[in-house]
């Protein structure tokens, strides 16, 4: 096996000055670096969800799959624009996105293996990257030939960001819309259909010569968490997806017991589960069940044994649905159990004729016959809160458009948390709640101009119901403090329910009881600019990022980081490394910002220098000279 060696990937480059000279935060760091409030993780207590003023949230949006699978990118965004996508999901009431990963994407990420998304899995382009003289005295303004997706190129407007400056690009884009997200490991491999394989270990990278271990899969999870600790876009981590197996296939199957076997998902998700929480004790856990469990249908039955026509030895359930045995055995990290949340699947008839569907089902029977002792018990008994993390399926006007409803329902009336399956067209047996995409540029100027989807609207209106809203009024609740879900109004950042709300209409949470609430104070607005990207656009950066390019004569004794002599350590020195490694001769250094500059624990300033200021701005070292 080779050693796995960590890193923190340098969000900056040096590729990412424009031409003009600003400084232009290349988006994959743009807004991840810009969080100041981190102000919106949530906790349990019993069955609920609450933010750190004790205020419920409920957790109501939708799977976006892709970066799970060999293009190592959501699917669609060759076919669209993924600011659009994102801006009309949030208008859509979304406030949630479950993305499916793959342990060796992260594994790529931890050693820096990870090379430019594939044309197949991504459109993008921005061409000409700036205003061009057409020769005959006129001007091709940028972006003439082509623009969508235009933050996923670097500065030459063709070449493809890499995949996790993509992932680093769509939590910005998140963050912009007041979306919050959370990542599912879907599988040990990238693979399209990597969620048949069973376990979180055992499995060979398709792309490296490594087998995936229990080792290897809970140090990439924690370095993930380690990575993103200081961005609440990213709330949690379901640690694997639907961990399964019949019982008659013994150690090859997840069971879910009180031993220590390797194929003990319960042991397992604990030891991951405190291997995230030392690096970010503030993340959601989602844990899933597993297949099958043990039925204690004859005396001395044990994992394993064969299978039998009567008096099976084994009850199943979907994958990842079954928690019979977290009665038991539940989960209990050392960290404790503040951060976990359960997280079953459940789906209907069109994707496999589930015997508690023989019969004119109804809730209760449902209830009676599955749900309850699979997994609602749970909720019901207030031990745990739950997330549904897949549900969704075909639109048949018959048995399985009634199962989706009776599920929405029992959802919203016993506030439990959810996640569709999901916003992809390509779900061979659930369809999506997208139905397809045009895409449209034909006058750079024309703001129009951009990507439509077109919804499956019968789909979308039986699944809006569940998505967290305003009584009356209808306006969709988003999970981050400060931003809005959405641009045009329809959507509430949760301060704004809290202060205006939450008191006269309340929500479709608990039938629209009146509930008080304290909303959370934001921190002091930290200092803006104008910045200009890559592609050419001017947009604002919401956080301290300042463009300064002179250096202040205020100091000229050595400060570790001090990069433009102002006195303190910022973002703003690891732009202004950035400014002089783009253009010295412009963006010079003086010799002591030079030697103030150089704290990557290697001679010479480079976009390491950069990177490491930035991880002590964000208190992911603590100190600086960073050590080699």
Known sequence: MKKLTKRIAATFSAAAIAATGAVSLFSPA????????????????????????????????????????????PHYLYAGDCDDMLREVAERGINVIRFPISTELIYEWMNGLDGPVSGGGLQAAYNPPTDEDDGNGGVVKAGTYGSINKDFVLADGMTHVNSQQAFEIILSKCKKYGIKAFVDIHSPHADNSGHNYNLWYGKEMNDHDVTVTTDIWIETTAWLAEQYKNDDTLLGFDLKNEPHGKGQEGAKAAKWDGSTDENNWAYAAAKCADAVLDANPKALIFIEGVEQSLSGAQAGDY????????????????????????????????????QIVYSPHDYGPSVYAQTWFEKDFTEQTLLDDYWYDTWAYINAEDIAPELIGEWGGHMDGAENQKWMELLRDYMINHHI????????????????????????????????????????????????????????????????????????????????????????????????????????????????????????????????????????????????????????????????????????????????????????GVEGISGKDAASIQKFDAGIIKSLPEKA
Request: negative net charge; glycine residues 12%; proline residues 2%.
């Open 30 to 73: 743009a807004s991840y670096a810009v969080d100041t409030n981190n102000d919106d993780w949530l906790h349990a207590v019993g069955s609920r969800l609450y933010d750190e003023n004790g205020n419920e949230v409920w957790l109501t949006g939708a799977n976006w799959f892709g970066f799970n699978c060999t293009e190592r990118c």
């Open 303 to 338: 994992w394993g044994i064969a299978d039998r026509r009567d008096n099976s030895p084994y009850i199943g359930a979907w994958w990842g649905g079954n928690f019979r045995g977290a009665r038991e055995y539940p989960i209990k990290p050392e960290h404790g159990t503040s």
């Open 417 to 600: 948390n959810h996640t569709f399956w999901c916003l992809n067209t390509n779900s061979g047996d659930t369809g999506g709640l997208w139905a397809g995409f045009s895409y449209n540029i034909n006058d750079v100027s024309d703001k129009s101009n951009g990507t439509t989807i077109t919804w499956e609207e019968d789909k979308y209106a039986l699944f809006e119901k569940s998505l967290w809203q305003t009584q009356k009024t209808g306006k969709y609740i988003g999970l981050d403090h400060q931003t809005p879900l959405g641009v045009s109004g329809t959507g509430l950042s949760l301060n704004e329910f809290y202060e205006k709300y939450s008191s006269t209409e309340g929500s479709n949470l608990d039938g629209g009881t009146i509930i008080g609430g304290k909303p959370i104070d934001a921190d002091t607005p930290a200092e803006t600019t104008t910045v200009v990207t890559s592609t050419g656009d001017v947009t604002t950066a919401t956080a301290a990022t300042v463009t300064t390019v002179s250096e202040n004569s205020g100091s000229d004794e050595y400060l570790a980081g001090d990069a433009n002599l102002d006195g303190k350590v910022s973002i703003s020195d690891a732009v202004r490394v950035l400014q002089y490694l783009a253009n010295g001769d412009k963006y010079d250094l003086s010799a002591q910002a030079k030697n103030n500059a150089d704290v990557d």
